[in-house]
């Protein structure tokens, strides 16, 4: 039914007016009575229907006889069909998009509410009663509690100004389009002044705009009287401080259905166009540094922004009209433009100073349609994908577009436009830029967006609409380093330097807004190809009560800026420019100042150039940070205190103290690994040649939290027994250096010696550990210490623990001989364990170690990511292997991201996935190498939701791995996952207010601390006997001597080091042993200074007597018997008898085991 409220005769009209809304309220009755009528046939359909409902909420199946069943597709229907083949991917993607087009639109029923509210504005604007004529700088007609909401400076100005009811009072923008979107309904309104309160040279030096804000102030004043508004304040439209506007919102419970934005205007026709031409002023700078009056002149200098500013409250009605045009007949412009809001919204575009609002993208469809580049049959999908691929390939700070029709030589050309404003976008006045106040490097960033949302449209291997529709792109997630300027006052000093007076005239003397441009264009420069995108934050200001004076520019706490990191370039130390007898040398000189310097490079040419400093690929990742800091203070004069940089401020976490160079330690022991590698291929004197050595600790993948430093041993530290390879601790002595064992795979060739029993299997590999060592200490001179399982070897300061490894092995242990002698093969726990350690955690390390190698920040992310979950007490209860995996989807499947260049960008975005993924519906699909067809996706998902129940809770499916999840079998439990959910999504949202917050003084390591309050006792270890205590995320005060040399110290000592050994790791075993029935134990394997103790509620339920059930349990008598319960007070004081000298003590936090 078409309403006749407040889109009545919107067609013939082109223009909804609010007298008409009060108007049509006489055919409120008869548009009831229609409602009447159409909803009772409705009432007996509903009877007809009832019969093919089985449920209240649910359809049951509707017969359908075999004519109807095998009825041809209609046209309508058939192109539907298509369109989904072509355009959608999936009927999924179609019905997603669908539902939500219907819950973001406005519903009727509160169209309604939203009508009523607008017809009493209207009433009460057309009340206010008029003021007397007075000089604009007189003021004092208006009360104390109502400011006028511009910032008055220079405060003098000529012109006189009164108050008059508004000519019209009309409904513009989305609202009226059907166009506007939940949650935040705005209903722009117009309110034109009479041409009797303006002055033919009201555009000049702000009197216009002044007379515009005193128009506002005065109908602040009246309309806070009534009980009709439950708020009314002032605020900026998209934080332009020269356009204030004013919010009313209903009283009651309809307060958030609805705001209303008025927006003061002057009547179409006052001001001729050719006076805003972007070439002319308006803005007099004898006025502005008030020096006197002095004749206007052709040395003035022009004031585009101003100039549009005014501009755009003179075609405000024409841009609906020519909008209404065009969605005429276009329904799926409205669901296209809806979608697109959503987009934008999403990527915080579509608010701010500078922002690409729903206004804007409206108008670029419109443009598009013109072009004929959309027609109107297309859906609102195609309006979206349309728009976007145009934002990808149109480069609007190079070609700007106009809706300009006509042939006039007063209308400026688009090189007048292009001269004064940074994006270009001309409406069909031919005289206003709608791009006007946005940076080149905001239009870049919407490009680099829609580039993105193609590439994830096109991409079968993902959810096109959860990643472009319904996942948010923060900043701090979105760039791989962000920065904040803190005290943005001291941009005026910028503005001085660069001297930035005619712009700063221009923006009303926003120095905010105008040294913005200038700046990003200075570090875009000096960052050169280094970065592939520098964006900002836009820049808003919330809105103020009408008693409260307007924001200033000092005001604003802070602006943030994203830069997207070309890894290949990020991290050059030398910055290479042009030849010393160049043209070009000397502004290089200039650009860098005196840290620039004639250098000599191997091709014999002889350049300038500039060193930056990095003697740590940490250090050379921050190298922007450097730039960034150096070219604000040699242009701007900001000194580098001003500058909050969040790029590496969580690298810390994973350094410890005197060994911050942790990822060239990696690339040390992956050398000695390479070195020991080539040592076992070519080793004389083995009965079966080596066929490959694979390493599969996580060193070797560069996952290891804290990589293995050199072991520099002190021998009058340890025990040194006569005739022994190996140093042994010293007991009453704090736990020696904890060395660990690196294990490595050394495989066997084949032959038909092998045994084919386990035991004498065993038997053999123990014999070619023996060789082994016996071989490498004559060929090399390493120390080696053979066992039965594996060879421990003594190389460059590591332990190499080298494992022999038989192809058929896991396969024997897998034979089962049936009592009738036939032989079967099952898996058994110890057969599984041999194929992990030999088969598949070889491939997953040489497969992560390549991303590595394609991703730099592939190890920090998983070190990160491992440190806060052992951080939270969890380490032992989810896979080393399934974080790594975890993490490198991340890099495999960025969308709608690109893959971090930050560790700190990876961390985030892994507790991000940690915490949305739908763990319960879906696999997490790592595609290592590309190898995953995506064919092979949707049989892979089938396969799963068809056995989920079998599959463990976290299901990771890799190329090798695609039916059974290895990493993931036996934990983390149900339990352990939602728990890791909720930490990581507080501790994202925790770190994300930490990091986009330069001014509060927080403390980033606070996600890494454990809560302890649902714990039930609390074990606190004794730091002496903790080795790697200090790993610590708060590092203790005291240190202990470990028995290890500082670094350089020469050491005569070749034994074979303490391998392996920490107590924390020994008591854990026997805790989990002896009362591993009764409780959980949770513990920070990276130099936790406690144990926590979680009862598991089952072990309290009283049982009945048994002799074979008596440990650790009491007896008890109740009314049927006796009955046995666990001795909690015994318990805990077995846990301090177990670890005498390793435990402190045992705090008993809650009383939960009181039966």
């Known amino acids: 039914m078409k309403r006749k409220g407040a889109e009545a005769d919107v067609h013939g009209a082109e223009q909804q007016d609010l007298e008409e809304l009060q108007d049509a309220g006489s055919s409120s009755d008869d548009d009831e009575e229609e409602d009447e009528e159409i909803k009772k046939p409705a009432k007996r359909r509903n009877v007809v229907n009832k019969k093919q409902t089985t449920d209240a909420g649910v359809i049951g199946a509707v017969k359908l006889s075999e004519r109807e069943l095998y009825k041809?597709?209609?046209?309508?229907?058939?192109?539907?069909?298509?369109?989904?083949?072509?355009?959608?991917?999936?009927?999924?993607?179609?019905?997603?998009?669908?539902?939500?087009?219907?819950?973001?639109?406005?519903?009727?029923?509160?169209?309604?509410?939203?009508?009523?509210?607008?017809?009493?504005?209207?009433?009460?604007?057309?009340?206010?009663?008029?003021?007397?004529?007075?000089?604009?700088?007189?003021?004092?007609?208006?009360?104390?509690?109502?400011?006028?909401?511009?910032?008055?400076?220079?405060?003098?100005?000529?012109?006189?100004?009164?108050?008059?009811?508004?000519?019209?009072?009309?409904?513009?923008?989305?609202?009226?389009?059907?166009?506007?979107?939940?949650?935040?309904?705005?209903?722009?309104?117009?309110?034109?002044?009479?041409?009797?309160?303006?002055?033919?040279?009201?555009?000049?030096?702000?009197?216009?705009?002044?007379?515009?804000?005193?128009?506002?102030?005065?109908?602040?004043?009246?309309?806070?009287?009534?009980?009709?508004?439950?708020?009314?304040?002032?605020?900026?439209?998209?934080?332009?401080?020269?356009?204030?506007?004013?919010?009313?919102?209903?009283?009651?419970?309809?307060?958030?259905?609805?705001?209303?934005?008025?927006?003061?205007?002057?009547?179409?026709?006052?001001?001729?166009?050719?006076?805003?031409?972007?070439?002319?002023?308006?803005?007099?700078?004898?006025?502005?540094?008030?020096?006197?009056?002095?004749?206007?002149?052709?040395?003035?200098?022009?004031?585009?922004?101003?100039?549009?500013?005014?501009?755009?409250?003179?075609?405000?009605?024409?841009?609906?009209?020519?909008?209404?045009?065009?969605?005429?007949?276009?329904?799926?412009?409205?669901?296209?433009?809806?979608?697109?809001?959503?987009?934008?919204?999403?990527?915080?575009?579509?608010?701010?100073?500078?922002?690409?609002?729903?206004?804007?993208?409206?108008?670029?469809?419109?443009?598009?349609?013109?072009?004929?580049?959309?027609?109107?049959?297309?859906?609102?999908?195609?309006?979206?994908?349309n728009v976007l691929q145009f934002l990808t390939v149109t480069d609007l700070t190079r070609d700007g577009i106009s809706l300009f029709q006509d042939t006039d030589d007063s209308v400026p050309s688009l090189p007048d436009f292009h001269q004064a404003f940074e994006v270009v976008f001309v409406d069909p006045s031919g005289f206003v830029n709608l791009c006007a106040e946005m940076t080149a490097s905001k239009y870049k960033q919407i490009q680099y967006e829609a580039q993105k949302s193609m590439e994830t449209l096109d991409n079968k291997a993902v959810d096109g609409f959860e990643m472009l529709l319904m996942t948010p792109k923060p900043l701090i997630q979105t760039f791989d380093h962000v920065f904040h300027l803190k005290n943005v006052a001291k941009l005026q000093e910028g503005c001085k330097k660069m001297k930035l007076l005619n712009d700063l005239i221009d923006h009303g003397g926003n120095y905010v807004v105008t040294i913005l441009p200038h700046l990003l264009s200075l570090l875009t420069r000096g960052l050169g190809q280094r970065i592939h995108l520098l964006a900002h934050s836009l820049l808003q200001i919330p809105e103020w009560p009408i008693n409260a004076h307007p924001p200033k520019h000092r005001d604003t706490r802070y602006l943030s800026f994203g830069v997207l990191l070309n890894s290949a370039f990020s991290a050059n130390v030398l910055e290479k420019g042009p030849q010393a007898d160049s043209p070009e040398a000397a502004d290089f000189r200039d650009f860098w100042g005196d840290i620039s310097e004639l250098r000599r490079f191997q091709d014999g040419s002889i350049c300038e150039a500039v060193l930056w400093q990095g003697n740590s690929m940490c250090d050379r990742r921050l190298i922007p940070e450097q730039i960034i800091k150096h070219l604000l203070e040699l242009h701007m004069n900001l000194p580098k205190s001003l500058l909050c940089y969040a790029g590496g401020l969580l690298d810390s976490l994973i350094e410890v103290e005197g060994h911050s160079e942790s990822e060239e330690k990696i690339l040390s022991v992956v050398q000695s690994y390479d070195d020991l590698s080539r040592k076992l291929w070519n080793l004389t004197g083995l009965p079966l040649s080596v066929t490959s050595v694979q390493g599969i600790h996580p060193v070797f993948r560069f996952t290891e939290v804290f990589p293995p430093v050199p072991a520099n041993l002190d021998s009058s530290f340890y025990v040194n027994v006569k005739n022994s390879k190996c140093l042994l601790p010293v007991n009453g002595k704090p736990s020696p250096v904890y060395v660990p064992a690196l294990k490595v795979i050394c495989h066997m060739e084949g032959s038909g010696k092998w045994p084919q029993t386990k035991e004498a299997i065993q038997r053999v590999k123990a014999a070619f550990h023996i060789r082994l060592a016996d071989l490498l200490h004559q060929q090399h001179q390493l120390t080696t210490q053979p066992s039965t399982t594996h060879v421990d070897v003594y190389k460059d300061g590591y332990v190499f623990r080298v494992q022999v490894g038989y192809h058929r092995e896991p396969l024997i242990l897998k034979e089962i001989q049936t009592p009738d002698g036939m032989l079967k093969y099952r898996d058994t726990e110890e057969s599984l364990q041999l194929e992990l350690e030999t088969v598949h955690l070889p491939y997953l390390t040489s497969t992560l170690h390549g991303l590595q190698q394609q991703h730099s920040t592939y190890g920090g992310t998983c070190r990160l990511a491992k440190r806060w979950i052992s951080a939270q007490l969890l380490s032992n209860d989810i896979g080393e292997e399934s974080i790594d995996l975890v993490a490198a989807y991340l890099f495999t499947q960025p969308a709608p991201y690109s893959p971090p260049a930050s560790q700190q960008t990876g961390f985030l975005r892994f507790l991000n996935l940690l915490s949305t993924f739908d763990w319960k519906n879906n696999p997490l699909i790592v595609n290592l190498n590309g190898d995953i067809k995506e064919t092979e996706l949707?049989?892979?998902?089938?396969?799963?939701?068809?056995?989920?129940?079998?599959?463990?809770?976290?299901?990771?499916?890799?190329?090798?791995?695609?039916?059974?999840?290895?990493?993931?079998?036996?934990?983390?439990?149900?339990?352990?996952?939602?728990?890791?959910?909720?930490?990581?999504?507080?501790?994202?949202?925790?770190?994300?207010?930490?990091?986009?917050?330069?001014?509060?003084?927080?403390?980033?390591?606070?996600?890494?601390?454990?809560?302890?309050?649902?714990?039930?006792?609390?074990?606190?270890?004794?730091?002496?006997?903790?080795?790697?205590?200090?790993?610590?995320?708060?590092?203790?005060?005291?240190?202990?001597?470990?028995?290890?040399?500082?670094?350089?110290?020469?050491?005569?000592?070749?034994?074979?080091?303490?391998?392996?050994?920490?107590?924390?790791?020994?008591?854990?075993?026997?805790?989990?042993?002896?009362?591993?029935?009764?409780?959980?134990?949770?513990?920070?394997?990276?130099?936790?200074?406690?144990?926590?103790?979680?009862?598991?509620?089952?072990?309290?339920?009283?049982?009945?007597?048994?002799?074979?059930?008596?440990?650790?349990?009491?007896?008890?008598?109740?009314?049927?018997?006796?009955?046995?319960?666990?001795?909690?007070?015994?318990?805990?004081?077995?846990?301090?008898?177990?670890?005498?000298?390793?435990?402190?003590?045992?705090?008993?936090?809650?009383?939960?085991?009181?039966?």
Request: glycine share 4%.
């Open 938 to 1155: 949707a049989e892979i998902k089938n396969d799963f939701v068809a056995a989920r129940t079998q599959h463990p809770v976290m299901f990771i499916v890799t190329p090798k791995e695609r039916k059974s999840s290895v990493w993931t079998k036996g934990r983390p439990s149900a339990q352990i996952l939602q728990r890791l959910a909720e930490l990581a999504s507080q501790s994202l949202r925790t770190l994300e207010r930490q990091l986009m917050d330069p001014l509060a003084d927080c403390d980033l390591k606070t996600v890494f601390r454990p809560p302890l309050d649902i714990y039930d006792v609390i074990i606190r270890l004794n730091p002496k006997h903790v080795p790697r205590h200090l790993e610590a995320v708060d590092r203790p005060k005291a240190t202990f001597y470990r028995g290890a040399l500082k670094e350089g110290a020469e050491s005569n000592c070749l034994k074979m080091p303490v391998v392996d050994y920490d107590p924390v790791q020994c008591y854990l075993r026997e805790l989990r042993s002896a009362f591993g029935e009764f409780a959980l134990f949770f513990y920070d394997a990276y130099g936790g200074s406690l144990i926590a103790v979680l009862w598991k509620p089952q072990a309290f339920t009283p049982q009945p007597f048994k002799i074979s059930h008596v440990n650790a349990k009491m007896l008890e008598t109740k009314e049927n018997g006796l009955h046995m319960i666990p001795n909690v007070e015994a318990v805990l004081e077995d846990f301090e008898i177990l670890g005498a000298g390793l435990v402190k003590s045992v705090e008993a936090v809650t009383e939960k085991w009181k039966i």
């Open 72 to 385: 041809p597709l209609t046209n309508e229907e058939f192109s539907q069909l298509k369109e989904t083949e072509n355009l959608f991917h999936s009927t999924l993607l179609r019905m997603q998009v669908e539902e939500l087009l219907n819950e973001v639109k406005l519903k009727e029923k509160k169209r309604k509410a939203i009508d009523t509210f607008l017809h009493e504005v209207k009433n009460l604007l057309s009340n206010i009663p008029e003021t007397k004529q007075v000089n604009i700088t007189d003021q004092s007609w208006l009360p104390k509690s109502v400011k006028v909401p511009f910032l008055q400076i220079p405060y003098s100005v000529k012109g006189k100004f009164h108050f008059l009811r508004p000519d019209s009072v009309k409904v513009i923008g989305s609202y009226l389009l059907g166009t506007c979107i939940k949650p935040e309904i705005n209903v722009d309104v117009a309110v034109t002044m009479p041409a009797e309160i303006l002055q033919a040279k009201d555009n000049f030096n702000q009197r216009y705009l002044r007379k515009r804000a005193l128009y506002l102030a005065h109908i602040a004043r009246h309309l806070s009287k009534k009980e009709l508004f439950g708020c009314i304040k002032f605020g900026y439209f998209n934080s332009n401080h020269l356009k204030p506007i004013l919010y009313l919102s209903p009283q009651g419970k309809d307060e958030k259905l609805v705001t209303v934005r008025l927006h003061p205007c002057a009547p179409a026709s006052f001001f001729k166009f050719s006076r805003f031409h972007p070439s002319k002023n308006n803005v007099r700078v004898s006025w502005f540094l008030e020096q006197g009056s002095a004749p206007g002149g052709s040395d003035e200098p022009p004031t585009p922004h101003y100039n549009n500013a005014i501009l755009v409250d003179l075609v405000m009605e024409k841009h609906l009209h020519f909008l209404f045009n065009a969605a005429t007949d276009f329904p799926g412009m409205k669901d296209g433009i809806g979608l697109l809001k959503v987009w934008l919204h999403q990527r915080e575009f579509d608010k701010g100073y500078g922002c690409l609002n729903g206004f804007l993208v409206s108008m670029l469809v419109a443009y598009l349609l013109s072009k004929r580049k959309l027609n109107k049959m297309m859906s609102g999908y195609q309006v979206l994908r």
